[in-house]
C-alpha cells in the first residue's frame, strides 16, 4: 500500500545515503574501540565543530531515535521506557533514548552497532526541555562521564542580542576548556576555522538544494528529506559537502531537464512538523492523486548561514539559533515562515501533523491554518499522529481523509482553470 512504511525515493544520491550512515555509525564504534572520547550532546548547536576541530567524537541520541524507529526498535524501547513511569504523553525521542539506553545496547538486533557508551556528556541548552531532560537521565545512566553543561537561554530567534551572543561565545571557550582537562586533547583553531566554513558550505549546498523545489514540477520532495542527516551528524565536515554536493548536481540536474518527481504534477504540498519515521512512506500517499510534497518544515531548518571571519561568534550565533528556528519560535514567526514556505514553493495546500509527543513545535497550528486560508487561500488537513509513536496514529483514517483532502485540492485547481469562475 502506498503511504506505508519506507518512502520511495527517486534520487541516486539519497541511495548513497544508506552508505553515508552506516559510515558514521561505524565510525561512532571504532572511536570508542580505539580509545578517542566520545561525547554525546544534543544536535544543532556549535558543539560539533568544536569536536571534529579536536579530534573527539560527537554522537547525536536524538538523531539515533529515527534510526530506531525506521529500523523497528522503538516498540521495545518504550516498553522499557513505559516500564520505568515514563508517561506516552512525553516527547518520543526522549521515551525512545530512554528505553535503548536502559535496554542491552549492543544486542544482536540493534542496527549499526548501536552507540558507543559516552566518555562525555554535553547538554548544551538552547533547545527544547525535552532535549535538555534527556541529557539529565543520560547522566544517571552512565555516571562515570564527564558531564558539561551550558544552559544557553532559550530565547526566541527574533530576540537574540548581543549580550546572547557574548554569553554564548564565553560558554563555548569553557567547553573548549572543559574538554581539554577531560581529555588532555588540544583545540587546533585553524581546524576550527576550517570546520566553521565546511559547515556553512554545507548550508550553503542545502539552501541551493532547496531552491530547486522552486521548479514545476519539483525534482525532489519530501520523501527525500533523510539527506539532513548529513547536517545533523557531519557538519564541519568534508564529508557532508562532498554529499551534499552529488545531491545538488542531481537535483540540478534534474530541474534543468524538467523531471519532476512525479510525471504528472497536480498539486504542490506543504508539510508541517516532525515526519512519521517509522512510516515516511507517507511522503508518497499523495502521489497516485498527483499530490506531491514540495516543502516541510525542516527546509529552512538548516539554512543558517556563518560568518567564518568570526568562527566562534557564528558557532554561538548556530548554538542560540539553530535548534530554536524549530523548536522554540514564537506563533508569530513561525507562521511567517510557513507562509513564506507556501509562497516560495507555490503550494497548494498544508498538511499540519499535530504530533502527540511535541508540543514545541505543534503549538500554533490553528492560527497557521487560519493565516493560510485567509491571506493565501490555501486550505489545509490536520493529522494525528506522533513522530516516533506508531500507536497513535491510524494509517485507515488518514488515507481517507488524504484522499478527500486531494479530491478538493483537485476540483479548487480545476475550477480556477474554469472561464469565468
Ligand atoms: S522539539 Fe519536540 S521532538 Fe524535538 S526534543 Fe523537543 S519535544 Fe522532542
Not at 543520560?138 to 555516571?143: D, G, S, V, W, Y
Not at 537561554?153 to 551572543?165: L, S
Not at 581546524?191 to 514545476?216: G, H, N, Q, T
Request: some cysteine.
Amino acid at each position: 500500500m502506498a503511504g506505508t512504511g519506507k518512502s520511495k525515493k527517486r534520487l541516486n544520491a539519497a541511495r548513497e545515503l544508506t552508505q553515508v550512515v552506516a559510515d558514521y555509525y561505524l565510525e561512532c564504534q571504532q572511536a570508542h574501540d580505539q580509545g578517542k572520547p566520545v561525547g554525546w550532546m544534543p544536535p544543532m548547536n556549535g558543539v560539533i565543530e568544536v569536536f571534529y576541530a579536536m579530534d573527539l567524537q560527537p554522537v547525536f541520541p536524538e538523531n539515533w531515535s529515527p534510526v530506531c524507529a525506521a529500523f523497528g526498535l522503538t516498540p521495545g524501547n518504550f516498553e522499557v521506557s513505559e516500564g520505568m513511569g515514563y508517561s506516552r504523553d512525553l516527547c518520543g525521542y526522549l521515551r525512545n533514548i530512554v528505553g535503548y539506553v536502559y535496554s542491552d545496547m549492543h544486542a544482536a538486533h540493534v542496527p549499526l552497532g548501536g552507540l558507543p557508551e559516552p566518555d562525555l556528556l554535553i547538554s548544551f541548552g538552547g533547545g527544547c526541555i525535552p532535549a535538555m531532560k534527556i541529557f539529565q537521565i543520560l547522566e544517571q545512566r552512565f555516571p562515570s562521564s564527564r558531564i558539561f553543561s551550558a544552559d544557553l537561554p532559550q530565547v526566541a530567534v527574533e530576540d537574540i542580542r548581543d549580550h546572547h551572543i557574548r554569553y554564548a561565545v564565553s560558554e563555548i571557550h569553557r567547553l573548549i576548556d572543559f574538554l581539554t582537562r577531560a581529555t588532555g586533547k588540544k583545540m587546533d583553531y585553524d581546524r576550527l576555522e576550517e570546520a566553521v566554513i565546511l559547515s556553512d558550505k554545507a548550508c550553503a549546498l542545502w539552501d541551493e538544494i532547496m531552491s530547486y523545489r522552486r521548479f514545476i514540477p519539483t525534482p525532489i520532495s519530501a520523501a527525500e528529506i533523510g539527506i539532513m542527516f548529513v547536517m545533523v551528524t557531519r557538519q564541519g565536515t568534508q564529508v557532508a559537502v562532498d554529499f551534499l554536493t552529488k545531491v545538488r548536481d542531481e537535483v540540478r540536474q534534474r530541474a534543468n531537464d524538467g523531471i519532476g518527481v512525479l510525471e504528472d504534477e497536480q498539486v504542490r504540498l506543504f508539510w508541517d512538523n516532525i515526519p512519521l519515521w517509522y512510516n515516511m512512506g507517507l511522503f508518497n500517499a499523495f502521489e497516485h492523486m498527483g499530490g506531491v510534497f514540495v516543502a516541510e518544515t525542516y527546509s529552512a531548518a538548516w539554512s543558517l548561514r556563518l560568518d567564518t571571519s568570526n568562527p566562534l561568534e557564528a558557532l554561538a550565533m548556530k548554538s542560540l539559533m539553530s535548534y530554536s528556528l524549530v523548536s522554540c519560535l514564537s506563533i508569530r514567526r513561525r507562521k511567517e515562515m510557513v507562509l513564506k514556505a507556501c509562497r516560495d514553493y507555490a503550494i497548494d495546500g498544508a498538511v499540519f501533523h499535530q504530533n502527540k509527543s511535541c508540543v514545541p513545535i505543534t503549538i500554533g497550528q490553528t492560527d497557521i491554518r487560519r493565516a493560510l486560508l485567509k491571506e493565501l487561500d490555501i486550505p489545509s488537513i490536520t493529522i494525528d499522529a506522533d513522530h516516533m509513536d506508531a500507536r497513535n496514529f491510524s494509517h485507515a483514517q488518514f488515507q481517507t481523509r488524504a484522499d478527500a483532502f486531494m479530491e478538493m485540492l483537485l476540483e479548487k485547481k480545476r475550477d480556477r482553470g474554469r472561464p469565468g469562475v
